[in-house]
Nanobody, 124 residues
Framework: EVKLQASGRGLVQAGGSLTLACAAS????????IGWFRQAPGQEREAVSS????????YYATSVKGRFTISSDNAKKTVYLQMNALKPEDTAVYYC?????????????????WGRGTQVTVSS
């Protein structure tokens, strides 16, 4: 059974930083991609970033480009999302998702497995 465990929830002030981690387990895919998504109250779930763990190719939503960095530790099957210069509008529940697709982007439909979210709150 594929499991995704997101961690790193927190409350930070605007301009601060926070790192989220997504630990994946229970699979033996030769390659996979992991994406981060977020959902604010009353809003649709939106893509944040994704990474192909085989190729290292990354994608970012325009709203976070230049502030967030996604990376992976393949030996640990863990993907990190380093979030800098946080803004109140980054406040949301953040979810990580996995697909066995070699190179997946920012479309929710590409992802087959989802973890439980972790709350990120940015105060002004």
């Amino acid at each position: 059974e594929v499991k995704l465990q997101a961690s790193g929830r927190g409350l930070v002030q605007a301009g601060g930083s926070l790192t989220l981690a997504c630990a994946a387990s229970g699979f033996a895919f030769d390659h996979y991609s992991i994406g981060w998504f977020r959902q604010a109250p009353g809003q649709e779930r939106e893509a944040v970033s994704s990474i192909s763990t085989r190729t290292g190719t990354t994608y970012y939503a325009t709203s976070v480009k230049g502030r967030f960095t996604i990376s992976s530790d393949n030996a640990k099957k863990t993907v990190y999302l380093q979030m800098n210069a946080l803004k109140p509008e980054d406040t949301a529940v953040y979810y990580c998702a996995l697909t066995s697709t070699l190179l997946a982007g920012l479309w929710r439909g590409e992802y087959d497995y989802w973890g439980r979210g972790t709350q990120v709150t940015v105060s002004s």
